[in-house]
């Protein structure tokens, strides 16, 4: 069997089917692409299990939480999960690491990983959308917002990354 990873995709013809994806996505659910919602609905769930009598008259979570976890985010953030997993099975990429910066130890990345995904969380919720939900789904209808928070969401990008480069050199 062979296991030298197959060539990466052209990043024309990835982003051309992203787009197509992005507009199915409207067409059968009616909403654009977008994961956070399904955060909020397990940790309403899991809010839920333990105080359902806070969680359940709560004007943001309530709704989540009567619902369930059978909402069409859910089920699309399941679907990109099983789609990545057969993509990188497939083009035989995938392998279990904790990824980061070469010369940081296994601590420090993973200590990396978590600020990085509780800012990223925060800003998600403050923002009520996340990059992909605002970005894709918000820049694809031509909505000022989505740009604007692709300018801003870059901006930070590369603000980061020249106070975190010295962890890459």
């Given amino acids: 069997m062979n296991n ?7 990043p024309y013809v ?18 654009g692409l977008g994961v956070t919602g399904a ?19 709560h004007s943001y979570l309530g709704t989540y939480f009567k619902h369930s976890l059978n909402i069409w985010v859910v089920w699309e953030v399941i ?12 083009g035989r990429r ?3 690491k904790i990824d980061g910066p070469p010369h940081a130890s296994v601590m ?16 998600a919720r403050a923002a009520m959308g996340c ?6 789904s918000g820049s694809a209808p031509l909505a000022v ?5 692709l300018i801003g969401f870059f901006a930070a990008g590369v603000l980061f990354g020249q106070i975190s480069k010295g962890l890459w050199s």
């Fill in 4 to 10: 030298t990873a197959k060539p990466l995709w052209n």
């Fill in 14 to 31: 990835a982003g051309g089917i992203l787009g197509l994806g992005l507009l199915a996505t409207f067409l059968v659910t009616g909403h």
């Fill in 39 to 57: 955060t909020t609905a397990l940790t309403a769930k899991v809010s839920g299990q333990i105080a359902p009598g806070t969680v359940a008259p």
């Fill in 79 to 90: 679907g990109l999960m099983l789609g990545a997993l057969g993509a990188s099975l497939y």
């Fill in 94 to 96: 995938f392998k279990l």
């Fill in 108 to 123: 420090v990345r993973i200590g990396l990983a978590t600020l990085g995904g509780l800012f990223s969380g925060f800003g």
């Fill in 131 to 136: 990059a992909s939900g605002m970005g894709l």
């Fill in 145 to 149: 917002a989505g740009f604007l928070f």
